[in-house]
């Protein structure tokens, strides 16, 4: 399906985390196609460099910086980085996530300080960094990645689901603190997207059935069913739109 074109996204530099394969990687070949100066990290370094190379004869090729989310200062660095190479950063995704699978009594404290650190501290850290760009620019838009899992108290995943509940708090009041910055912070909440990696760990044939029909539209969410609503709410078109959390579910809730 053709995407809308949204001129405001032309040059528009934009930071993307987790954005080497699944709904990330979806959104760094969506800014590219709308012709925005696109840098994403990730851990998956082959996956990550395959896709700047395969977009690279589609568009400007995106930058690629690796990246463990968990350690802030690389993640600072990357920010630095990307602001040196391709000018301050205007759009930023905070995109990259851990869903893993675990019951409440084999939660260790390790487990929640790590469950924290791949799912919503990376996200406060890159808003601060980025925000400090954006802010010089006198523009920006923020767009953190929930989920619906909180809100059905999906399990047994409660560290993320905790954390994905946390990234509302988070949009709320950064949104209140940077709106008069003219910088614009929402959420995404997908609902079950199937990517590879959803495939391969933990949805089988069956539970895309039992999603499609809890669905109100009967087809599989795609990556770009969420990137199409992030390039909306990067775009000046959704210029008076903050402090949201858009859910993308095909209606599942
Ligand atoms: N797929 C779904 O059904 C679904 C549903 C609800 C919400 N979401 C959210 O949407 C976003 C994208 O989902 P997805 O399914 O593509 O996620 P995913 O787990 O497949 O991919 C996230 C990306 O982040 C990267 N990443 C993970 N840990 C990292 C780290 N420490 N440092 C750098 N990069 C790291 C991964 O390598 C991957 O490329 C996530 O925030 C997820 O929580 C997804």
Redesign the pocket.
């Known amino acids: 399906m053709p995407s809308a074109r949204f001129p405001s996204l032309r040059n528009r530099v934009t930071f993307i985390?987790?954005?080497?394969?699944?709904?990330?990687?979806?959104m760094v070949e969506a800014f590219v196609d709308q012709g925005a100066k696109v840098a994403f990290?990730?851990?998956?370094e082959d996956?990550?460099r395959n896709l700047a190379e395969r977009l690279a004869v589609k568009g400007e090729k995106p930058l690629f910086i690796s990246?463990?989310?968990?350690d802030v200062h690389a993640l600072d660095a990357a920010i630095l980085e990307v602001r040196n190479r391709l000018g301050p950063i205007q759009v930023l995704v905070?995109?990259?996530?851990?869903?893993m699978r675990q019951p409440v009594d084999e939660v260790t404290e390790a487990d929640w300080e790590r469950t924290m650190?791949?799912?919503v501290k990376?996200q406060f850290f890159a808003a601060q960094a980025a925000g400090r760009q954006m802010r010089e620019l006198g523009a920006g838009s923020i767009i953190n990645?929930?989920?619906?899992?909180w809100m059905d108290g999906s399990g047994p995943m409660t560290t993320?689901t905790t954390a994905?509940a946390a990234v509302i708090g988070l949009t709320n009041s950064l949104a209140r603190e940077l709106g008069p910055s003219n910088i614009r912070v929402n959420a995404?909440?997908?609902?079950?997207?199937?990517?590879?990696?959803?495939r391969r760990l933990w949805?089988s044939e069956e539970d895309m059935k039992n999603f499609i029909d809890r669905q109100c539209m009967k087809r599989s969410?795609l990556?770009e069913d969420?990137a199409r609503a992030v390039l909306f709410l990067a775009a000046d078109d959704s210029f008076m739109i903050t402090k949201q959390c858009l859910t993308v579910d095909g209606g599942l809730r």
Do not use: M, W
């Open positions: 985390t987790g954005g080497g394969s699944g709904i990330g990687a979806g990290v990730d851990i998956l996956e990550s990246c463990d989310l968990l905070n995109n990259a996530a851990n869903d650190g791949l799912n990376h990645f929930s989920s619906v899992a993320y994905k995404i909440a997908p609902g079950a997207v199937i990517t590879e990696r959803q949805v969410l990556p969420i």
